[in-house]
Structure formats: C-alpha cells, structure tokens
C-alpha cells in the first residue's frame, strides 16, 4: 500500500511538473505574442508629410484638420491645370505620429491565441506552428470617430494568422 501511494505521488507530481511546463511555454508563447501583435494603428497612406493630394481635397484628412492636427493649403498645381492640397502637421499632431513617419489613431493589444495543439511533452526546436492570433483594436483619437474615417479606422477584435516557430535556444519567432 505504500507503495502505491508513492507511485501515485510520483504521478501527480510529474503531472503537475509537466503542467507547469506547460504553463510556462504557454506564457513564452503569449509574450512572443503581445511582443509582436501589440502595436499602434496607423494610416499608411500618411507616412510622409508634406502630404499632397490631387485632384481635390481627401475628405479622410477633413477630420484631422477640423481637430487642428493637419494644416491644408490649396495652391494651383505645378504639372497641370488644376488645384494641389498640401497638408502638413501641426505640433499637436506630433502625439499621433510615430519616429517612422506614421500618424496614429488607435492601439492594437493581443488578447488570446486559437489552434494551439498541446503535445504531451512540450514545443519542441524546429516545430512550426499556424496559429490564429485574437486581438483587440480600439481607437485612442477623438477625431477617429469622424464617420469619414469608418472605411479607415479598424476596431473591434480581430482574428489574425500567425506561425509560431521554436528556435533551438528556447525562444520563439513569431510570422505574420
């Protein structure tokens, strides 16, 4: 009978050992995870300022002006016969944009992973596995809510694809 008690022991505490194993890959996994999903929202096509448009004003940007964040200037074009719309940013916009140029309107944090198998003795070097990743977008500006932006401004949870791949030191790469 004692014996038996000690095997169970040892049972239990192997499994409880490997569970926490699996807790701790788990966690690296969603470290990997927020390290990667977690980022600004920016618009893409403002990258560069001056900014110009042509033929006519864009009516995305109007918001922006309104909120004193973007000047525009309207000046005859140099190539052809019609007008040029500059815009440039203001020193408020300066909290909008990012070092690379963006101009930022919301955040997007990594909230939970889908498709992740559990194999019974851990993530192993080299494995590569295609995950769907679960985030939570939300935009941060006021002037983002401007129903011309909604075609724009992405918000809400989104379910994105990813590959999680195990490296041989123990650290995980995460593709988008």
Not at 10 to 18: A, D, F, G, N, R
Not at 22 to 51: M, R, V, W
Not at 118 to 137: L, Y
């Amino acid at each position: 009978m004692h014996t038996r008690n000690l095997v169970g022991f040892v049972v239990l505490s192997s499994s409880l050992l490997l569970s926490a194993c699996g807790d701790g890959q788990k966690s690296q996994i969603d470290e990997a995870l927020a390290a990667k999903f977690d980022t600004n929202l920016c618009f893409k096509e403002l990258k560069h300022f001056p900014y110009v448009a042509r033929p006519k004003p864009r009516d995305w940007l109007q918001p922006m002006v309104d909120d004193g964040l973007l000047d525009m200037e309207e000046r005859k074009s140099k190539t052809n016969s019609g007008s040029e719309y500059i815009y440039t940013m203001t020193e408020k916009a300066l909290k909008y944009s990012t070092n690379d140029g963006h101009f930022c309107y919301g955040t997007q944090r990594y909230e939970d992973v889908e498709g992740l198998p559990e194999p019974d003795d851990g993530f192993k070097p080299g494995m590569q596995i295609p995950v769907k990743v679960i985030v939570e977008r939300e935009i941060t500006a006021d002037w983002a809510e401007a129903d011309v932006l909604k075609n724009k401004v992405q918000t809400g949870e989104v379910i994105l694809p990813a590959v999680l791949i195990f490296k041989q030191d123990g650290s995980i790469s995460v593709f988008k």
